[in-house]
């Protein structure tokens, strides 16, 4: 099968032949139909994370189940899923308290380091991105990485749920759980800034304020249910936030994963705040909050690992609040391509010219 290969960082992504294995114990080959370009691959090809190579990167997948293999009760061939990197064991204490994005038994999920790679280019093995790899013709992964759902749904926006659409409407609704009537913020209308926004609004926010630099993006998440927009290349956000709610706003979402923006999610709360972090922080860095704000003021920072989901459980929800037309996820599709255009999507997402690409099979 044909796949996008990462070599190594600050390179273009490259489409090599790989040799994909059969399923074993608990695993399921799936027909990529659709893969979403997100933000955190990026991440990888910058180097701002590290990751060994060579790999298959792409993680925000939906396809139709070509095979089984032994053990596999959950799915059968024709079933259309999306695939999600919170891959869970179901029985540690993260994944029997509610929590199976924490899982820490992910091992259990994985083949033996001495076994077979699922993938492998020139006899040599390939590492899975996420445990995914979705940036290919084909997906070799757990059963547990994957949930079904209806056939009714399109899959290039089932992909979308995958990562950005999950872990956006899912820091607002999982991990804040906002009231209605709350005052919210987002910083960065990308993918999942524009998630959290669609989940202010779906869980009744009475004020929701987008923060891009990007006019286009701002003017998207208006669209999507943005009371207001600032845009923060014009000056200081947190002065504009306070401008609009006096004393700072309940809620405040962190959707880029930089250590300026996460102060500034922080500074722009009222008392009694809450700022959620969902951006992938780079390794290493700290984030600094005024310790008389934190204290005195009761405010809180909160990280949220992909929106604090149950995928099985959240997934067939967002799809049903989509088919009602309540959950918009056709605007966020910003451009479609081939798996050749991944390049082309990274260049674009930087630019910030889109919400999403998303690669179609
Ligand atoms: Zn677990
Ligand atoms: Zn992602």
Request: proline share 5%; glycine share 12%; with cysteine.
């Amino acid at each position: 099968m044909r796949a996008a290969m990462f070599r190594g960082p600050n390179q273009p992504l490259s489409i090599e032949e790989v040799e994909i294995d059969a399923p074993q114990d608990r695993e399921v080959l799936v027909k990529t139909a659709a893969c979403g370009v997100c933000h955190s691959d990026l991440h990888f090809v910058d180097g701002l994370y590290p990751h060994p190579t060579p790999a298959v990167l792409g993680h925000e997948a939906a396809g139709v189940v070509e095979q089984v293999g032994p053990g596999v009760t959950y799915l059968k061939p024709g079933d259309h899923v999306i695939a999600c990197l919170s891959v869970f064991c179901g029985y540690c204490e993260q994944c029997l308290t509610g929590h199976p994005n924490r899982c820490y038994n992910r091992s259990a999920t994985q083949r033996p380091p001495a076994a077979k790679p699922r993938l492998l280019a020139g006899g040599k093995p390939v590492f899975q991105f996420l445990e995914i790899s979705g940036y290919a013709e084909k997906i070799l992964v757990h059963e547990n990485a994957l949930v079904k759902i209806p056939e009714a749904m399109p899959l290039d926006r089932a992909a979308l749920i995958g990562c950005g659409v999950t872990t956006g409407l899912g820091a607002v609704l999982n991990t804040a759980k906002i009231e209605a009537g709350s005052t919210v913020a987002v910083f960065g209308a990308g993918g999942v800034g524009l998630a959290a926004i669609q989940g202010a609004r779906l869980a009744g926010a009475r004020v929701i304020i987008a923060v891009d630099m990007h006019e286009s993006k701002l003017a998207l998440a208006k669209r999507l249910g943005a009371t207001h927009a600032v845009d923060a290349s014009q000056g200081d956000p947190v002065g504009a936030i306070r401008g609009i709610v006096r004393g700072g706003v309940q809620y405040s979402f962190e959707a880029i994963g930089l250590k300026a923006v996460a102060e500034q999610a922080f500074e722009a709360l009222a008392p009694g705040g809450v700022a959620t972090i969902v951006g992938m922080i780079p390794i290493g860095q700290k984030v600094e909050v005024d310790g008389f704000s934190l204290f005195w003021g009761e405010r809180r920072l909160q990280g949220c690992n992909m929106g604090s989901n149950r995928f099985r459980v959240d997934m067939p929800r967002y799809i049903d609040l989509y088919m009602q037309g309540r959950l918009n996820l056709d605007d966020m599709i910003t451009k479609r391509g081939a798996l050749e255009d991944v390049n082309e999507a990274f260049r674009a997402m930087k630019a910030g010219e889109v919400a999403r690409t998303v690669l179609t099979f």
